[in-house]
């Protein structure tokens, strides 16, 4: 089931990157800290009410140096396109301008479910003033003030009414749903291209279940695979489609809806930093990985090559080191073959369980291995430990204190666990519980 997309439009200054810091701020700040990720982000997962659904600051997408109508237009048509709620921001200190009316207008004729929100109303005096935003048409105003945290949540509550239901069924659990990602040009049509080419047996193109994504449908070997938004990889057209973020935004829809992302890396330009930046959101997302080298027909090599590249993505990507790396090329066609059951291989782990007292053997063999450390006199002990979640797999590990749990104690109990259960090609995660 896929989550709900909320954007949010209005003029430059209404407050828009503050308020989308506001919902999704605490969520920003506890993720891990991956070079180019966390910063000038556009995309991210909020909550309320226990419905997540994901948020989109479309002010974040500039389009070269458009004239600023031409911009809004723009942001306002990705937020048509991509969202299932509109956040409409207005300023208070300020009133209705002419561009305000001219977005209002587009968000009208799409038949969108729009939620006008009236910000900078710092206190209820100003509350007042908001009548005069009726005018825009689209009910009744929220006055809200960013930069204090007022108002929010009765904004929240009207935005979540207008979620649409999902239905469970939209996604068939044997089906493996992978995606590829990459910059421009590195290669994903053409490997989507050479995978179907390969398998005969393409069972047919339909309408995916968000608009205007066309999922491919393979199967190999008696396995069903779902290549996600293969349209939305080769459209082209509108301005805002080839700006760097709406290609991300592209992305991270795909991985989305994914069980495994196949993150593209181009072997003839070698590794840049949009690479870790796309690879950084993949992994975020808790999905399966793996690494495809495409185009490596363009490299000379040698017996060492390929360990020396290796090596290299290895240093780039070190939050990766799970990912099995594959290098083909969608040209000529070579380890072509070798692709889809590593996507098989690595959904399987994304999905696997581990039984409690086989987990707790691994764990309780990997402390007298290596007992437990000691911060300031008192020492960490553990209890047990139990599987809770499977996409990804994630543990809690239960703790006299979970502060005397530190970050090289954890990683050592994954690396064991990672030996005994091979976790090739997804990440797993671990988290320290109290109980005493
Ligand atoms: N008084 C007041 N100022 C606010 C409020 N929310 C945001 N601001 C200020 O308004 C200015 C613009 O805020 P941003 O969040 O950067 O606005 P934006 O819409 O993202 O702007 P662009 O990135 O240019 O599109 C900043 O100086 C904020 O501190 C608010 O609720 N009250
Ligand atoms: N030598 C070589 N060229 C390749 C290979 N795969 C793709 N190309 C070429 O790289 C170029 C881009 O390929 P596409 O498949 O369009 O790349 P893309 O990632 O879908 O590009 P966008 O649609 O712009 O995101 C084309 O000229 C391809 O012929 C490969 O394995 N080897």
Redesign the pocket.
């Known amino acids: 089931m896929r989550n709900s997309v909320v954007a ?1 439009v ?12 506001r919902l999704v701020g605490e969520r920003i700040s506890i993720v891990e800290d991956i070079p180019g990720v966390t910063r000038d982000r556009i995309y991210a997962q909020a909550e309320w009410l226990n419905t997540r659904f994901n948020l989109i ?1 479309t ?2 997408i500039e389009i070269g140096d458009e004239p600023l109508l031409v911009q809004m237009r723009e942001q306002a048509q990705v937020a048509i396109d991509e969202a299932d709620v509109i956040v409409f ?1 207005v ?3 300020e009133g209705i301008t002419a561009a305000d009316e001219e977005v209002a207008k587009l968000l009208f004729k799409s038949n969108k479910p729009v939620v006008l929100a009236v ?4 206190n209820p005096e100003m509350r007042a003033e908001i009548y005069e935003y009726y005018s825009l048409g689209f009910g009744e105003p929220f006055p ?5 945290g ?1 108002g929010l949540g009765d904004l929240l509550d009207e935005v979540v009414k207008h979620f649409p239901t999902f239905s469970e069924e939209e996604e068939d659990e044997d089906t493996i749903y992978f995606s590829l990602i990459g910059r421009p040009n590195v290669g994903k049509s053409s490997l989507v291209n050479a995978l179907l080419n390969e398998d005969r047996v393409i069972v047919s193109d339909i309408e995916g279940t968000t608009r205007d994504a066309i999922d491919t449908h393979l199967k190999r070997d008696g396995q069903n695979y779902v290549i996600i938004d293969t349209a939305g990889m080769r459209k082209r057209g509108k301005v805002y489609e080839t700006t760097e973020k709406y290609s991300v935004l592209r992305a991270l829809k795909a991985i989305e809806r994914s069980d495994v992302v196949l993150v593209l890396i181009d072997a003839e330009t070698g590794i840049r930093e949009q690479d870790k930046k796309i690879a950084g959101y993949a992994h975020e997302a808790g999905r399966g990985i793996v690494i495809v080298v495409n185009k490596w027909d363009t490299v000379e090599t040698d017996e060492k090559t390929m360990k020396e590249y290796e090596e290299k993505i290895r240093a780039h990507f070190q939050y990766l080191d799970y990912a099995p790396i594959v290098f083909l090329s969608a040209k000529t066609k070579k380890r072509i073959h070798t692709l889809l059951p590593m996507v098989k291989e690595a959904s399987e782990n994304h999905a696997k369980r581990i039984a409690t007292n086989v987990l707790n053997d691994v764990i309780m063999d990997a402390i007298a291995m290596n007992p437990t450390p000691t911060v300031k006199g008192k020492r960490l002990k553990v209890l047990y430990a139990t599987q809770v979640a499977v996409k990804p797999p994630s543990f809690v590990v239960f703790v006299n204190e979970p502060e005397l749990m530190h970050f090289s104690y954890q990683r050592f109990l994954e690396n064991k666990i990672r030996d005994a259960f091979g976790f090739v090609g997804t990440p797993i995660k671990i988290f320290a519980r109290k109980r005493s």
């Open positions: 949010i209005g003029r430059p200054n209404v407050g828009k990157s503050t308020i989308f810091n600051d002010g974040g921001i300023n208070a200190k910000n900078k109303v710092d809200i003030s960013g930069a204090h007022l």
